[in-house]
């Protein structure tokens, strides 16, 4: 099947991937409570006359559907459907599980013709809380060849620069006292806190300009004439890789306890169970990716080495274990960042169909490639992750 043909499967799937993107983003669901995304994916899927585990590997809201041959290579089309606070699918990850949903359908008439094997994942949390690498701890990719996702952005790009990544909320304990009658006998838990946060902005400055630290206050006392006996913050802590990132985190935790212990209190600090890893791209599948893309119309750019910071994601972790790719296609005007509320409209508009349409195409033809290219697996294989431990990037 020609990339013509793989189109024109697509467009007859077009009315129901707009229905189930436009249905997940009006009802945007924050890491592991993507119930009402899981369900319409699983009953779409279902109806086309897929198995579907629900509650896949682990997740109560992840899930995994798998078709085609008994032989041959096996491919994962990942789909993420959590959104942020506040400003919903601002990641536009609806467009994500449509793009992936689309690929999968139009696969499932010639996936066992043509000797391929694809597993869909549904991979929840991706906003925080490492759904793939939970998913990857219980065996989700396992006898995987290659794993594809698509991610939208402003631009078409062949990768993201994504770096290392761990969540960090620091608990801060003092004593409560009168402000007015006695302060005196209190220790100002937020005092401590803005002491560490005030830390952590001259720890900026003598950092690498590859790594971030961010954070903001999410509880800092009841009232004011009552002295904080509890404050907490929340932290990412950003590097290149997983191993640059253990001695940035003691610089960090040292800058919060040092806090804590200036104003008498006592600080504890509970790292994120799943450190996100950087994002390593293979590059036969990227370069691929591209003629595919040039083939639809499309130009990505591959971002220089030294480009910024763009975040981070676990599909990096996916990266060190099986070769995958990670491109950005663009749904929304040049300079409308991620995280926004204009980029959480972007992701129902025009734009946003047209990524969702050739999203679908270009993923579903390069999981096709792997088949049809001879040498194009065997490349793939070739550069994919080898000495890498994977008991370092799932259970750091």
Not at 127 to 132: A, L, S
Not at 174 to 192: C, I, Q, T, V, W
Not at 332 to 351: M, N, R, S
């Amino acid at each position: 099947m020609s990339i013509t043909e793989i189109s024109t499967a697509v467009d007859r799937l077009m009315p129901e991937l707009i229905r189930t993107s436009t249905a997940i983003h009006a009802r945007p669901e924050l890491c592991f409570e993507e119930f009402f995304a899981m369900e319409i994916l699983s009953d779409v899927f279902a109806s086309n006359g897929l198995q579907v585990q629900r509650g896949a590997y682990g997740t109560a809201t992840g899930f995994a559907a798998e078709f085609g041959a008994n032989a041959g290579p096996t491919v994962a089309l990942l789909l993420e459907y959590d959104a942020l606070p506040s400003i919903g699918h601002g990641c536009g990850h609806n467009v994500i599980a449509a793009a992936g949903l689309g690929a999968a359908l139009a696969l499932v008439p010639i996936a066992s013709d043509l000797g391929l094997r694809v597993r869909v994942l549904g991979t929840p949390a991706e906003e925080g809380g490492g759904g793939k690498i939970k998913m990857a701890r219980n065996g989700a990719f396992s006898g995987i060849d290659a794993a594809l996702m698509i991610h939208p952005a402003d631009h078409d790009l062949l990768r993201m620069n994504a770096i290392a990544i761990q969540e960090l909320r620091a608990i801060y304990r003092g004593k409560a006292a009168h402000a007015a009658s006695s302060p005196h006998e209190g220790r100002n838990a937020l005092d401590a806190a803005v002491l560490g946060y005030n830390a952590v902005a001259a720890l900026r400055q003598h950092i690498r300009d590859t790594e971030r630290v961010h954070g903001i206050f999410v509880h800092g006392g009841d009232k004011p004439n009552v002295v904080p006996a509890h404050a907490e913050t929340l932290w990412y802590v950003r590097s290149d890789t997983l191993t640059s990132l253990a001695p940035l985190r003691e610089r960090v935790a040292a800058a919060l306890i040092g806090g804590a212990q200036a104003c008498g209190c006592e600080v504890d600090l509970h790292w994120e169970e799943f450190a996100y890893a950087d994002m390593v791209d293979n590059p036969p599948l990227l370069a691929r990716y591209a003629e595919l893309s040039r083939e639809l119309g499309r130009d990505p750019i591959m971002p220089s080495a030294d480009a910024r910071v763009v975040g981070s994601t676990d599909m990096g972790n996916v990266s060190h274990l099986v070769p995958s790719i990670h491109p950005m296609i663009a749904i929304a005007p040049p300079g409308t960042p991620l995280h926004t509320e204009d980029f959480a409209a972007a992701a129902i508009g025009e734009a946003a169909t047209a990524g969702i349409r050739d999203g679908a195409i270009l993923l579903a033809n390069l999981a096709c490639d792997l088949v049809r290219q001879g040498d194009l697996l065997s490349s793939v294989r070739a550069s994919g992750p080898h000495a890498q431990d994977a008991a370092g990037v799932l259970f750091g």
